[in-house]
T-cell receptor
Framework: EAQVTQNPRYLITVTGKKLTVTCSQN?????MSWYRQDPGLGLRQIYY???????DKGDVPEGYKVSRKEKRNFPLILESPSPNQTSLYFC????????????FGPGTRLTVL | DQQVKQNSPSLSVQEGRISILNCDYT??????FLWYKKYPAEGPTFLIS?????DKNEDGRFTVFLNKSAKHLSLHIVPSQPGDSAVYFC????????????????FGQGTTLQVKP
């Protein structure tokens, strides 16, 4: 089954404690993205990757890091989380960058105390 | 600066009637528009899209209309069913901008649709 998986699905942490949210896709997609969803703001792109070792900033990259060492994985790293990073996070992938073929993961709800 | 706006946070309609969800955009470089549907505890899933060279695209019960002069698009669901109850996001991209296609979408805030039996 074609899918994008994220782990963990729910996470409560404290300010400053480094965390990683994993994302994996089994469709051999080139493009992967991370979005955050906040009330009244919709989904905003954090980072994206067009291929292995190729990443770039989206609209709200501050406080986040990513890496793309393998095609299937695109982890999101919060080196020093802060309460304003409390949000619902989605990973997405697409084969050729065409937006209508974008597949989203189920989401990770992060709370930073 | 919200480039894609959905000004109605919620909409309630009766089963069998038409649902109309609206979306406005400000960036004239957008040339591809999409609607995504999202159920609780799930990621968004693609519903329907339209290129800026068209003014209408239809897929079963779902039709998207694009008015470029007004920078407005709408999603019509006819007839509405209780299973259509979800959050609907309008999104836009500029795939022909000349830069690498990043798969980047600009989303609206979302409209929660409730279809009552």
């Amino acid at each position: 089954e074609a899918q994008v998986t994220q782990n963990p699905r729910y996470l409560i942490t404290v300010t400053g404690k480094k965390l990683t949210v994993t994302c994996s896709q089994n469709m051999n997609h080139e493009y992967m993205s991370w979005y955050r969803q906040d009330p009244g703001l919709g989904l905003r792109q954090i980072y994206y990757s067009m291929n292995v070792e190729v990443t770039d900033k989206g609209d709200v990259p501050e406080g986040y890091k990513v890496s793309r060492k393998e095609k299937r994985n695109f982890p999101l790293i919060l080196e020093s989380p802060s309460p304003n990073q409390t949000s619902l996070y989605f990973c997405a992938s697409t084969l050729d960058g065409r937006t209508d073929t974008q597949y989203f993961g189920p989401g990770t709800r992060l709370t930073v105390l | 600066d919200q480039q894609v706006k959905q000004n109605s946070p919620s909409l309630s309609v009766q089963e069998g009637r038409i649902s109309i969800l609206n979306c406005d955009y400000t960036n004239s470089m957008f040339d591809y528009f999409l609607w995504y549907k999202k159920y609780p505890a799930e990621g968004p899933t693609f519903l329907i899209s339209i290129s800026s060279i068209k003014d209408k695209n239809e897929d079963g019960r779902f039709t998207v209309f694009l008015n470029k002069s007004a920078k407005h698009l709408s999603l019509h669901i006819v007839p509405s069913q209780p299973g259509d109850s979800a959050v609907y996001f309008c999104a836009a991209s500029a795939v022909s901008s000349g830069s690498s296609n990043t798969g980047k979408l600009i989303f609206g805030q979302g409209t929660t649709l409730q279809v009552k039996p």
